[in-house]
C-alpha cells in the first residue's frame, strides 16, 4: 500500500471534494481518507426508516456520541450524551460526507458578509470579526462552483443581488411549483422581492450524471440519479478517474503526528480491521467537519503543541458557528380555493418551490433599531417523510387522539390541503460561550476523548430571527394559508455548522491565515466550514465548496503550480 503523497485529505465532503478534484488535476498525487463507506446512486433508497430514524447513513451514536452542553433558564451548564437523545450533530459519515444528503439550495454571501464588524461595529457579547478576504476574491470560485459542481437556476434583476462575473447560470432551474408563482404574486402585492433560487441540482444531465427525477425524496436523502451536486457523484469520481486521486473508506483518523519543528510527519488511522496504518505526505487537509476537525486538532497533541495541533493560542474549537434564524408553516386547505388551483395545489409533488426573500438581508427599520445585519427566507416544501408527519398527528388539541378520531385526523392531513413551510437564515454570532473542546469523561468506542460542544448563543440571534419569521408569515397569510405559524429559536441546527478554526491575518486572534493554512503548521490546510469568522445569512454549502476550491489553488502553488502533464 503507497503511503507517499503529495496530499493528504482527511475527510471527503464539501471542504475536501475541490481539493482532491484541483490537486489530481494538477498532477499531484491525493489521498482521501474517509471514515465511512463508500456508497453510490443505487444504495441511496427512499426508505424513511434508513435515512431519518436508523443510523445507515451517520455514524453511531453508541460508538461515537458527543457530549452537548446547554443552558438553563437559571444561567446554569448542563450536560448530556447525544446517545438516546434526539440531538445528533453526525450529517453524513461516507464518501462525499454530508454533501450526499443535503437540500441544495443554494445562496451566495454578499459583500456585507465580509465586513461585518467595519460595516455595523461591535456587537457586545460577540467575538465580530471581518474576513481577511473580500467577496470580490472569491466570486471567481463561486462561479467554478456552479460549473464544477452544476448548479441550476436563472439570474434576474434584483435589488438584493450580489455582484456576478457571468450573466447567468450554467443549468436551467430545476422544475417549479405552482407555489412559486404563489409567492411571485403574494410578494408583489406586499412590496417585496421573490428571488428565484439556485439549487445544486442538475436539471438536465450533464458531466456523466442524470437530471433530478423529482420525486420529492430530497434533503435528507441521498440522490440515486446523481443529479445532486455531493462531493462524492460531482467533484471525487472524477478525481479517482483522472488515476492521481485514492479515496479510502473505511479510514478512521485517530491523529496528525508532528514533529520538535512542528511540522505533521504523518497520519494514523485505523482501517477497515481496525488495524493502525499510517500515511506520509507533504501537505496535509483536514476536512472532517467544524466539530470533528477541532476535536481531531485537539486530539493531535505533540512536543510543540501540547494544547493541540495548531493549538498553541487557544483558539481551536472556539468561536463556533451554527445557523441562527428562525422558522414557520402555513397550510392550504383545498376547499379555500377554486377548482383549478386546488387541483394545481395537487399536483407536481416533486417539483421544487425554489423561492426565497432577502429583502431584509441588511435591515433598515426605525422600528428595529439601528441598521444591522437580517437575512434569508426560504420558502420549501414540507419534508415529505410520512412517518414523522403522521405521528405528529397523534395529538390534537384536546390531547392524544386514537381510533377513529385519528383516522380521520391522518385522513384530512394527507387528503384535504398540503403545508409549506419557511426556513430563514441570519447570522449565528460568534460568542465565548458556543465552542468545542474534549469531554473529560466521556469515550468513545476507541477509547478518545469525544466532543463535547456547548451551544450558547446570542440575543440578537433571536430578534433577527423573529423579524424575519414574521415577514415570512406576512408573505404566507397573503398566499392564503392557515395555521401559520412563525418563530425563532436558540437552539442550534445540527445540519449547519462552521467556525472553530477560524481564518485571519493576526496569529493571536485566529488559528489560520488567508489562505486557510494553520499559522503554526506550514504543511496542514483546513478547508470545511472551520475556516469561517462569521457565518453570513444563508446555508454553508457553496461558500464551503468555493473556498475550498481557493484553498486547493494555494496549495497548488505552494507544490509549485501545474505541471506540464496535467
Known sequence: MNTDFDVCVIGSGAGGGPVALTLAQAGYSVLVLEKGPWFNEQDFYKDELACCLRETYTASLKDEPHVIEKEDDDGNWYSHSTYRSSDSFWNGNCVGGSSNFMSGFFHRLKPVDFQLKSRFGPIKGANVADWPISYEDLEPYYTKVEHEVGVSGRVVKHPHSEPRSTKDYPYPPTAEHPFATYIDEACTELGYHSLPMARAILSKPAMGRESCSYNGFCGAYGCATGAKGSARAALLNRAVASGRCEVRPHANVTRLRSDAKGRITHVEYLDAQEQTQHVN?????????????????????GEKYPQGLANSNGLVGKNLLFAGGGAGSGRFNYARFDAQKATALKQYPGAFINRALQDWYVIDDPDFGPAQKGGTIDFVHLHPNPVARATRQLRNRQGLIWGKPLQQQLKSYF???????????CDWLPIDDCFVSLDKTLKDKWQRPVAKVRTGFH??????????????????????????????????????????CRFGDDPKTSVLNADCRAHEV???????????????SVPYTWTIYANAFRVADKIVAQLGGWKKYA
Open 281 to 301: 505526505a507533504k501537505i496535509y487537509v483536514l476536512a472532517c467537519q467544524a466539530i470533528e476537525s477541532a476535536r481531531l486538532l485537539l486530539l493531535s497533541t
Open 415 to 425: 387528503s384535504e390541503g398540503r403545508s409549506i413551510k419557511v426556513e430563514a437564515f
Open 459 to 500: 440575543v440578537r440571534n433571536l430578534q433577527v430571527g423573529w423579524y424575519l419569521a414574521n415577514k415570512s408569515a406576512e408573505v404566507l397569510k397573503k398566499m392564503g394559508a392557515e395555521d401559520v405559524l412563525a418563530f425563532a429559536s436558540g437552539s442550534p441546527p445540527t445540519n449547519l455548522i462552521a467556525g472553530g
Open 522 to 536: 506550514d504543511n496542514l490546510y483546513v478547508s470545511d466550514g472551520s475556516f469561517m469568522p462569521t457565518g453570513g
